[in-house]
Each structure stands twice: as C-alpha cells, then as structure tokens.
C-alpha cells in the first residue's frame, strides 16, 4: 500500500491550533469515518476499502452496515463503539446546489469533531475524482483552526480517497494540490475567527506578509500603503473609515507578474477588521461577530496563495482594503463629503455603508493604476444578501454575462455556491443622487434592491472607459456559519482560475465545470 504524508500545515503551523490535516493514503489511525453516497458505498469493492478497514472491520461486518443503512432511514451508523461511523451523502440536488452536497458534508462533519476531539481520525471519501475537490473543501471548513480554549486538546485529521471510478487515482499531485487549498481555506478561517483586539490592521498584515514570505520564489511584490499617506495619495475612502481606529488603515498590495502573461486580474477584498458602524452605531444584538467583516480580504488572501503557489499564468494583484471602522471624535460624521481614489465625491449618509467606500478605492486602483481587464471584488458588504440568496449562496452581481455564468458554474464544482442578483444600473443607481456631491454612500430606498444598489457603487469607481468584466461578490451570510468562519470564496476563485494553474488536477476539475456548461 503506498504511503503518502504531506501535512496541510506548511503555512498555518507556526501559529495554528488543532486540528491538524494531513491528505494521505494509509493505514487507518485511531477512529474511522467513512462517507459517501449509499450508491457508491454500495458499490465500491470492499478490496478498495480494506486498507482502511482489514484490521477492524471485517468484508462481512462492512456489507451488513451497507445493508443496515440500505433497510433504515438513518443517514448515519457507528460501528465497533463508535470506533467506525458511516455517514451518508445525499445523492440528490436541486438546479442550483452544488451535485456533491458538500454543505452536508460540512455540517455533518462539524458536529462529528465534537464526537472525535481529542487523538486521530481517519476520514475516508468515497467518491468520484470530480466530486473529490468540493468535497476536501467542505471537509477543510469542518476543522476550524483559532481556538483560545485552554488547555489545547491535540487533534489530528488524516484523509483518504477510495474513488469510484477504476481508470482514476489520485495521484500525488492532486493531493499536493488539495493540501495547498485546504492551507488557503483555513487561512481565511483563521483570519476571520481572530477576534480583533488580535486581528486588527496590523495583525492582518502580518498574515499578509507570511504569505508573501512563502511566496518569495514566486517573484511576488508587495506595495504597502498605510495611515496618513493613503490621505496624501487620494485614498480618501479607506482613509476616511479607518483614521479614528488606534490601528492605522492600509492598502496593501501582493503583484505577481509571470512572464508571457495575457490578463492582468485583480481581486479585491474588504478587510474591515471590526465595525462598529461608526457614528451610527450598531445597536445591540447587531455588532457581536462584526470581527468577521474582513472576510472578502481574507478570502482572496487565500485564493492568491492557492493560485500563485501553483505557478498562475496570468498577472494576478490581491488588493487589500483593510480598515476598522471605529468609533470617536475623528470618525466620519454623517453629511461628511469624501473624495475618493477616482476622484469621485461622495457625501457620507450613513457611515455604516463603509465596506463599499474602501473597495471604491481598491477597484479604481485596480482600474486605473493596475490597468486590470478582470476585477473581482469579495466582501460581505450587506445585510441584504441572506435574504436575497440566503445562507448557503453568495451573491453576485457582473457588468458581465459571461462571468456571470462563470462564477456560478465554479461555485457548483467548487461548493462555494454563489447566484447572480439583478444588475440594472439605470433603475437602482438614482438611489445614491445627491444635491451637494457626486453620490450619496447609502440608497434613499431601501425596498429597491438595496445588495444590487451597494454593488453597483462600487462598480461606479471605475472609469468610464473601463472595457473590462468586473464581478461583485457579497458573500455577507456566507463568511460563517454559525459562530465559525467557513473560508468561503477561496475555493470559489481557485476554482475559478483552475486552467490558468500549472496543476493537471485543477483543470480536470474545470474540465467538468466546463462540459457541464455545455
């Protein structure tokens, strides 16, 4: 049986906490699980499972589970006390769920690291090589990192695969490959978990430049902009929302420009580190979890390292708009007029409507300094995106048909679900006229497709000779589920970008999403 270890730490384990992650193909450790469809573990030959299973779980004891499982309505067995659990994946899917269902298999995950929380366990996927990414993506999010639990329990997490298919394996690239994921997702977990009296400003540029370190044979620059220079240089909607805050605002940008390159791509995050509103101030109930406002910045921090790592293709600039919206006698007032980096005007209404004044920043950068073709701007940006896509999608407004399309294929192959919200600008943008400025920050009516309308401000930024796509992804409902950070997006724009990579595996997997479309 080959033996392959490649820990899933390499760049979280200096400052990482428990569970660790290792993607392998071994001998089992301590406890088992075993999921997959009841079709495929119907079906997969026991010979295929035995590596796993020989030494605790006899081919007779295994078919009379499957059987158990096939004459019950159970979605789940454990066997040996609770040294085997076999956990069902549902087969069927709507339209616009991801096929592999990887949102149960995170659930379910997520309260079996409440059964296993202490030792080893070995969690085996059965399943097809397509479906193998979303899966180790859903897998990656159960496992959360930040934790200041004392005292720390050690945990460790091994993965194997059990393909259904017999003409496919996975072979030691692809695994290299979902362990530069799985680091990428749990970064952004990490990022979004901290509390910020521990992630504030400074502490996410530290995050930043760790990346930058890893990827210093890449060729990666970095452009750090930061505190009372960003006022000097125009910034003036970074610098407006964060020059209350003790920790100064910052831009900062990671380039990597490989030669022969034909796209230049930027993704821009929002990186508020907290929001209190400002000085209209977030009532009770509404503030706790606002450590959670970076997570578009944390998001394309993770996806950059994923695709970069890989040796990307195309030029490709991570724009981080990092920010805390404070609140004290240097905050931005309500009827404050700010000129921001396009030279724009905007009067202040609401300062909690601060997430599209740093992005505005970042996509005009990205327009007219960086000279993109391809913007894509992440944040959680409103409290309208759950109930318009809910929970489990993020929402995604384009300038552009195509990628429009394109994102939702990526986010069903991927499992970072998005949906496409309405994109008309001659009816929502009067929303934002003013009498005394270029625009207001806020709509005058919030029953007119109030997440279309915070998009549409950003997109605003740019030129008006801007020809390229630009996409806006608010990803506000998605950023957490339930107390925890889920990572969401990096697997999306991994995904996304897979053909431009240098991995054999990522392009199988647009592979699909393309024949799929077609």
Not at 420 to 430: A, G, K, R
Not at 445 to 465: E, V, W
Request: hydrophobic share 40%.
């Amino acid at each position: 049986q080959q033996k392959i270890v490649m820990t899933s730490n390499s760049l979280l384990k200096s400052q990482m906490g428990p569970p660790y992650l290792t993607f392998r193909c071994s001998d089992p450790i301590s406890s088992v699980v075993i999921c997959g469809t009841l079709c495929d573990l119907s079906h997969i030959s026991y010979s295929k499972l035995s590596p796993f299973l020989s030494t605790i779980f006899s081919e007779d004891e295994w078919l009379e589970a499957i059987m158990t499982l096939t004459q019950c309505t159970m979605n789940h067995l454990f066997c040996k006390l609770h040294k085997i659990l076999i956990l069902l994946i549902p087969r069927e899917s709507s339209r616009h769920n991801s096929p592999s269902r990887p949102h149960y298999l995170f659930e379910q995950l997520a309260l079996t690291s409440k059964v296993f929380h202490s030792g080893c366990l070995n969690i085996v996927l059965v399943t097809s090589k397509a479906y193998s990414y979303p899966l180790c993506t859903a897998l990656s999010k159960a496992f959360s990192i930040f934790s200041m639990k004392t005292p720390q329990i050690s945990f460790n997490v091994s993965i194997d695969f059990c393909l259904t298919e017999d003409d496919r394996h996975m072979t030691l690239e692809d695994r290299s490959c979902l362990t530069i994921l799985s680091d990428g997702i749990r970064r952004a977990q990490f990022i979004v978990d901290n509390p910020t009296n521990m992630m504030d400003t400074d502490g996410f540029l530290v995050q930043i430049l760790q990346v930058h370190e890893a990827l210093n044979s890449s060729n990666v620059s970095i452009c750090i902009i930061e505190g009372d220079e960003l006022k000097v240089k125009g910034f003036g909607g970074i610098y407006g929302v964060g020059k209350q805050a003790d920790n100064a605002p910052k831009f900062v940008v990671l380039s990597h420009k490989p030669k022969h390159a034909t796209q230049v791509i930027s993704l821009v995050g929002k990186g508020i580190v907290y929001d209190t509103g400002g000085l209209s101030l977030k009532p009770k109930g509404f503030m706790a979890g606002m450590k959670r406002d970076c997570g578009g910045a944390a998001a394309i921090l993770g996806a950059f390292y994923c695709l970069v790592i890989q040796n990307f293709s195309q030029t490709l600039h991570a724009i981080f708009c990092l920010a805390e919206n404070a609140i004290g006698p240097l905050a931005t007032r309500p009827d404050d007029i700010h000129k921001l980096f396009s030279g724009k005007t905007v009067e202040i209404n609401n300062p909690d409507a601060e997430g599209r004044l740093v992005l505005s920043d970042g996509v005009a950068y990205a327009d007219s300094i960086l000279k993109s073709n391809l913007i894509i701007d992440l944040a959680t940006l409103t409290g309208a995106q759950g109930p318009t896509t809910g929970k489990f999608h993020g929402a995604v407004l384009s300038n552009s048909e195509e990628w429009e399309g394109k994102m939702m294929i990526a986010g069903r192959i991927t499992g970072d679900c998005v949906f496409p919200i309405v994109y008309c600008p001659e009816l929502h943008f009067s929303e934002f006229d003013s009498v005394v400025a270029d625009m207001k920050n806020s709509v005058a009516n919030y029953k007119n497709a109030t997440c279309s309308c915070a998009g549409l401000f950003i997109s605003s930024h740019l030129s008006l000779d801007y020809s390229g796509a630009w996409i806006h992804v608010d990803m506000a409902s998605t950023v957490a589920s339930g107390e925890r950070a889920t990572g969401f997006g990096v697997s999306l724009l991994v995904g996304l970008f897979g053909n431009e990579s240098n991995s054999d595996y990522l392009k199988y997997i647009c592979q699909m999403g393309r024949a799929h479309r077609e």
